[in-house]
């Protein structure tokens, strides 16, 4: 990291493979990471850029019960109103309170649907390299949604790509087993993959779950005569 500070990183940047996290609050996410805490305070890392769900770093660390790095962190960090106890324990007690743990839910909630949305948005322009970014930042928020792999996995499917569109796929099954549009999904990446017998198989399963599903219907018919 120091070799990478010293080439003029910006330690303060946002990497578009970090979802827009600045590298103190990826590191505050993980645990035994102080050194890097340290390395980055040092080199001027700004402990008061929040993130996606406006936490600042030291609630973060708080959050994966890093007390070391809220204690390097602390001293750095602008006054948070609605923390009332302002101290190292007392944003670690707040971050652990069930209010606090009930407004992360409903926030993390609110980010994954506006994400889902904007990539719903790309999807509609064809825009699948957008829309698949978007659904995978959105899955950083809630990982077992459903309709975020399906949704991914179309996309992959519009790009020709059949092994992540089934994936996706098979994993939208996995979370929710009795939705029809999940082997729906399966089926279209098997036909993409020339494994007609496996796409009429899931199809099959599709339209036992929604029998009255025309579309996934058609795709039947159309597996069978493969």
């Known amino acids: 990291m120091k070799l990478l500070i010293q080439a003029g990183a910006n330690v303060n940047g946002c990497g578009a493979g970090f979802n827009g996290t600045t590298p103190l609050l990826l590191a505050c996410s993980r645990t035994g990471a102080i050194r890097f805490v340290k390395c980055l305070l040092e080199s001027g890392a700004d402990p008061n850029i929040p993130d996606e769900l ?80 978007l659904y995978s930042m959105a899955m950083k928020f809630n990982n077992i949604d459903a309709s975020l792999y399906s949704n991914r996995s179309v996309c992959w499917l519009h790009l020709g790509i059949g092994d992540e569109a089934l994936s996706d796929a098979q994993f939208c099954s996995k979370i929710q087993p009795d939705w029809a549009k999940g082997y ?43």
């Open 184 to 226: 729906y999904r399966q089926g279209m990446a098997f036909s993409l993959l020339q494994d007609y017998a496996s796409a009429s198989c899931v199809l099959q399963r599709a339209l036992k779950l929604d029998p009255l599903n025309a579309t996934i219907a058609k795709a039947l018919r159309c597996e069978k005569t493969r």
């Open 54 to 133: 406006d936490r600042l770093p030291a609630e973060v660390a708080a959050i994966h019960a890093e007390r070391e790095v809220v204690e390097a962190i602390f001293p750095l960090t602008h006054y948070v109103p609605t923390i009332l106890d302002w101290s190292v324990g007392g944003i670690i007690r707040y971050v652990k309170s069930a209010a606090y743990k009930e407004w992360a839910r409903n926030a993390s909630c609110r980010r994954k649907d506006e994400l889902k949305e904007q990539g719903n948005l790309f999807f509609n322009n064809k825009d699948y390299d957008a829309a698949i970014l």
